[in-house]
């Protein structure tokens, strides 16, 4: 089990054993996917040459920008071995993350650690990815708190001050494919 994994086991009939060992999964790192990252943050576009947090951008937009954030990147894969599984371990997201690859949606991750099964849609050549990123809203009351600032968001309780510090927000990584025999 991951850290908080959670399985239904049902049996059925007589049980002759008390414990069950399963065989260990081997990792092999295939590819980095290190782009650049086309990011859409609604209307705003913004290229990352690398994986920062959204909190250190110097463009107010994207610095306190609450909400869905789309990447998007291309990337070559030389051979797919048929029998293998591939994952894509998108290392470090705050918070959630949604995972499309060749139009083929593939599912939400939403705790560490941030993996997805990718075996279905990729394929040898070039690949088109994109991954939605959410994250709180905390940043955005932040920004909302600075002087002069355009008012987006309303809360009946100001928790957060314009001198609050901002939180880690984005696809952070690394973003990597790895083979699991």
């Given at each position: 089990f991951e850290s908080w994994d959670a399985f239904f086991l049902v049996f059925e009939g007589e049980l002759n054993v008390n414990a069950v060992t399963f065989a260990e999964e081997e990792e092999t790192q295939i590819k980095e996917i290190e782009g650049p990252w086309q990011?859409?943050?609604g209307e705003?576009?913004?290229e990352f040459s690398s994986l920062?947090?959204?909190s250190e951008n110097?463009?107010?937009a994207i610095k306190y920008f609450s909400g869905t954030a789309s990447y998007q990147t291309n990337f070559n894969f030389e051979t797919k071995e048929s029998g293998s599984n591939y994952e894509l371990d998108l290392g470090s997201v705050k918070y959630l993350a949604e995972v499309i690859l060749n139009g083929e949606n593939l599912g939400i991750v939403?705790?560490?650690p941030f993996k997805i099964n990718i075996t279905s849609a990729l394929k040898e050549g070039e690949n088109q990815l994109e991954i939605r990123v959410v994250n709180t809203w905390?940043?955005?009351l932040i920004g909302d708190a600075q002087a002069g600032a355009e008012k987006t968001t309303f809360t009946t309780m100001p928790f957060y001050q314009a001198n609050s510090p901002l939180l880690e927000s984005g696809l952070l990584g690394p973003v990597k494919i790895l083979k699991i025999d």
């Open positions: 990011v859409s943050f705003n576009e913004s920062t947090s959204w110097p463009e107010p939403w705790k560490t905390v940043n955005r």
